[in-house]
C-alpha cells in the first residue's frame, strides 16, 4: 500500500525558451512495520520523488536509479538523467511507525513536454490482461491469477495518478498475445482494431509476463531450525499500438526480483493485501510505477485524434469528449483514414487531411457532437474518419 507524501513548498521556479527549472521539497513516508529501516528509507525516497515527479508533471527513466543514489548519499547530481539535476535530503523522521523522509529537488522539464502537459488534453489507452509465457512457474504459491493481479494493480496505480494519458480497464478475460511478442511478429492485427473500439481507446497495450520463477536460497541450508527463504523474479514485457494505424508505439521490457517470504507450499492470494504488502508484491509496485511513468512519457505529446461514428446532414458524433479534455465551441480537423495493404496482408497506415473543420457543440463524458464550420458542405466524410485535435 503506498502512503500519500506531501508537497510541503515550491521553492523556486525559472523558465527559459527551452526549460524550466523549478527547486522543489517534497516529503515522502513509508510504514515501518513489515520491513527493515532501509526499506523504509527507500520506500519512503521513492515516494517522495514521485510526489514531485506527479506536481511538476515530469518523468523520469529511472525513478529506482535516483532513490538508491540517495541512499548511499545525502546531497546528489544526477548527470545521467538530465531532468533531475540534484536531490538532497533534508530530514529523516520516525513516528508512529511511520518512517519519512524529506527531499529538496532541483528539476528542470523539457519545454516542448510542458508544453503538451499544459494542453489539457489527455490521451486513452486500453489496459488488457497480462499474457502469461510460463504458467508452471506459478505452481509454487498457487499463484496462477497473477497477470490479472498484476493488471488490475497496475490500472489502480494509473487510475490515481494525475498523467496526461488515462488508462480504460480491458483486462477481464485473458487476450492470445504471444504473437506480439515473438520474434516472428506474426501477429493478428483484428485483435488491435478490435479492442481499440471495444474500449473506445485510440491506443492499446499489450503486456506478457515472461519469468515468475524461483531463484536461489537466500538463507543458508544449514540453517535447519529456520524456513527456506528463496528470491524470486519477475519479468514483463510492453507493446504499445495505435488501434487506429496499427503502428507499434512503444516497447519495454522489466525485470526485478525480491524475496519470497512465504513457503513453497502456501496458497497465496495474489489479490489480497498480504500478497502487495510482501518483499515481492512491494518489488512488483515498484515495477509497476516505472511503467507508470515511461508510458505516461511515451504517449503525453502524441496527437490526441478520434473517430466519427455517426453522420447527420452536416452534424458528426465523434468518440472524444470531456475525458479527453475537450471544450465546447472547440473546433477540429476532419482527415479520411484509409489503409494500404502489404504482400503480407499488413496494413500501412494513410491519412489525408481535408479541409473541412467542425466546431464542438454539444459535449459529453466519452462523446461529442460537431457541427460543420466549413463554406462547403461536408462530402465524403465515412464513418471512422478521424478528428483530430489541434
Known sequence: MRYPAFLCALLFSAYSQYAAAQWLQTTGVAPLAGQSSAEARQQAINDAITQALQYSGISLSSVQTLSQGVLTQDSLTIQSHGQVQQIHVLEEQQ??????????????ADAEIQQCQQSGLR?????TQAGF????????????????????????????????VHPTPYFKDPLHVAPFFSQQYDYDEQLIDYVGNASNSQFVLLSHITDVSLGQQLNSKYAFWADDSFERFFNVEFILFDALSFEKIWQQAYHTQAPWDFDKTTLVDVHSGTFWQSQYGRGISALSQ??????????QCLPSKGQIKHIEDQQLIIN?????????GQE????????????????????????????????????????????RPLQNIQLNDLVIIN
Open 95 to 108: 513516528q508512529n511507525g511511520m518512517l519519512s523522509v524529506t527531499l529538496q529537488l532541483d528539476i528542470q
Open 123 to 127: 490521451n486513452h489507452f486500453a489496459l
Open 133 to 164: 509465457a510460463n504458467p508452471q512457474q506459478a505452481r509454487y504459491g498457487q499463484i496462477f491469477d497473477i497477470p490479472r493481479a498484476f493488471s488490475k494493480q497496475l490500472f489502480a496505480l494509473m487510475s490515481q495518478a494525475d498523467l496526461n
Open 290 to 299: 516505472q511503467v507508470m511513468y515511461d508510458l505516461n512519457q511515451a504517449l
Open 320 to 328: 472524444l469528449g470531456k475525458d479527453n479534455g475537450l471544450n465546447l
Open 332 to 375: 477540429l480537423t476532419l482527415a479520411h483514414h484509409n489503409q494500404a495493404i502489404t504482400y503480407e496482408g499488413k496494413h500501412l497506415p494513410r491519412q489525408i487531411t481535408t479541409l473541412y473543420r467542425v466546431k464542438i457543440t454539444q459535449l459529453y463524458q466519452h462523446s461529442a457532437v460537431a457541427s460543420n464550420v466549413s463554406k
